[in-house]
Structures are given as structure tokens and as C-alpha cells.
């Protein structure tokens, strides 16, 4: 299981370096974000490019902060759309929902409960 959460941290790293990630560049009628927060977006998707790799690198080695990083990166997508579909009172299916299926699967890949018990017994 945290060798495919691996693989889609390192996908996800490389597609949010592209610019493709649904709710970071998310925009609202067609207009792109201004101001704050085109800042808070451009932080947000460094933070998603440099966690993913990190995390994936560090779990990769066995450590517990690259399992902390990975979650954290995992659901960081996973409350911009809660965020976004609260705020701005938006469909669940305005998004691309492949997008959101590889989020929610890599957000349950690392908080199963086998992966759990395997970072717990043998990450430093």
C-alpha cells in the first residue's frame, strides 16, 4: 500500500509541477485568483510540489516524517474542495472527478490501517 501512495506522491508532485492540480488552480466563473490569493495558491502548490517529492522520498527510506508530510500533503487537496465547495457553494462535480479519486486514494492508502501499523513497527 505505501509503495502505490509513493508512486502517486511522486505523480502528484509532478502534475501539480505542471500546473494541473484541480483545486489549487481552481477558478471561480473563468477568472483566475488576484491578489492574496494568487499568493496563498502559488504557496500552496510549492507546498504540494516540495511535500510530495519530500514525503515520497522519506517514506520511500522509512521515516515518520515522510509519513506525516505525505498525509498532510494527502489531505491538503482534500480541504480546498470542502473549503471551496462550502465557500463558494459549488457542486461536488463541478471538479474533475478522476482528479479528486486519486486524491481520496492517496489519502486512504496512507491512513489504512495496514499502512498505519506497518509505519508504526518498522519506520524510524
Known amino acids: 500500500m505505501l509503495q502505490i501512495a509513493v508512486f502517486l506522491l511522486y505523480f502528484g508532485a509532478f502534475w501539480a509541477v505542471l500546473g494541473n492540480s484541480a483545486p489549487l488552480g481552481f477558478a471561480l466563473d473563468g477568472q ?45 487537496p482534500l480541504v480546498a474542495y470542502l473549503l471551496i465547495m462550502v465557500r463558494f457553494r459549488v457542486s461536488p462535480f463541478s471538479f474533475d472527478l478522476v482528479g479528486v479519486l486519486f486524491d481520496v486514494a492517496l489519502f486512504a492508502l496512507l491512513v489504512h490501517p495496514q499502512s498505519r501499523s506497518y509505519v508504526r513497527l518498522w519506520f524510524k
Open 32 to 76: 483566475s485568483f488576484t491578489g492574496t490569493g494568487r499568493t496563498i495558491d502559488q504557496f500552496t502548490r510549492l507546498f504540494v510540489v516540495v511535500g510530495s517529492a519530500a514525503g515520497g522520498y522519506l517514506i520511500s527510506n522509512e521515516r515518520k516524517l515522510g509519513y506525516t508530510l505525505g498525509v498532510a500533503v494527502a489531505a491538503l
